[in-house]
């Protein structure tokens, strides 16, 4: 498959300095950070054109509360786009989120690897999560099915689990599937639901922990997927499905300071009309219920005591 994507964006040299690459750091942050937070790309997006004093609120928090920033390769490439350049807004979101102290990490999809092979001894157990975690997130019409039906050795290793002891099986299958991405596939998400799937599976790992902040909700809905279809015996820790709203419920319920303006700016930003969310009011009888608010009316209902939960 022809791709326009590039794995390594020509400007990368602006942001190097800011990124966390090295594995053994990498392993150190996610093991002893508070919450692993995976940006989506739209919502990396759109956080990176907030205006001064609101995006200053989100990286005060991130760094208060001991949030690392993962920022797959997949979402740099798609970050990137088909000009294979970052737009200056997001290369300055990188920077000031290193120059707030918060830790970001460009992360390869295969190095959930290198983190399993901390807890486990084996090579055959290792590959096995990936297995499951690919059964679970390709559906009949994505980049990752094309890729493994146009492999059939990748096939059989990645689905049938023919080449368990094989060491570089995640490699293979995450630069394969990268280098098949194609313009407005999902595969970005895909990736980081396979990425989450994988690392809840961690023992000891922490119900919560593992963050994915999104605002698409079709890619809340793969993601979502990926994890609801997991035999519930063998689900790991739950990890939390944030869109920018249900963030900011949360910063606001944890006492970080937020005036209603400044509420109202953050859940504007890429908003045209009115925000869409599914959450339950007092008057609801229906959870995941879909409410069509004003950005304003929405911070109110943020505001106010038991006014809005917001699930998405």
């Not at 997949?74 to 088909?82: A, F, K, Q, T, Y």
Request: aromatic share 8%.
């Amino acid at each position: 498959m022809a791709t326009a994507y590039t794995e390594t964006p020509d400007n990368y040299s602006e942001i190097e300095e800011s990124v966390i690459t090295g594995i053994s750091e990498i392993k150190s942050i996610f093991f002893n950070s508070n919450k692993v937070l995976f940006y989506d790309a739209c919502s990396f997006q759109r956080h990176s054109n907030l205006k001064e004093n609101e995006k200053n609120i989100l990286l005060c928090y991130f760094e208060n509360h001991g949030v690392a920033i993962f920022l797959t390769r997949c979402v740099l490439m798609e970050l990137s786009g088909d000009h294979h350049s970052l737009e200056r807004q997001y290369v300055e979101y990188i920077n000031e989120l290193k120059d707030s102290r918060v830790k970001i990490v460009l992360f390869n999809e295969e190095y959930t690897y290198n983190i399993l092979s901390d807890c486990f001894s084996t090579i055959e157990r290792i590959n096995e999560y990936l297995m499951w975690a690919v059964r679970m997130a390709k559906t009949p019409i994505s980049t990752i099915t094309d890729t493994l039906n146009a492999d059939s050795k990748l096939k059989s290793e990645v689905i049938e689990g023919k080449n368990l002891r094989a060491s570089d099986l995640y490699r293979r299958f995450f630069l394969k599937v990268r280098g098949n991405k194609e313009h407005e596939d999902n595969l970005g998400e895909e990736l980081i639901s396979i990425c989450v799937h994988i690392l809840s599976n961690l023992p000891g790992m922490p119900n919560g922990k593992i963050c994915v902040l999104t605002d698409d909700k079709g890619a809340a809905s793969i993601i979502n997927s990926v994890l609801r279809k997991t035999n519930p015996q063998k689900r790991g820790s739950k990890p939390i499905l944030f869109s920018t709203p249900k963030l900011v419920q949360f910063m606001y319920q944890e006492q970080v300071e937020l005036s209603e303006n400044e509420i109202v700016n953050i859940l504007s930003q890429g908003v045209s009309d009115n925000i869409v969310i599914m959450g339950i009011t007092p008057f609801d009888f229906e959870v995941n219920n879909k409410i069509s608010l004003s950005c304003r009316e929405l911070a109110k209902k943020i505001m106010e005591p038991n006014g809005i939960n917001i699930v998405f």
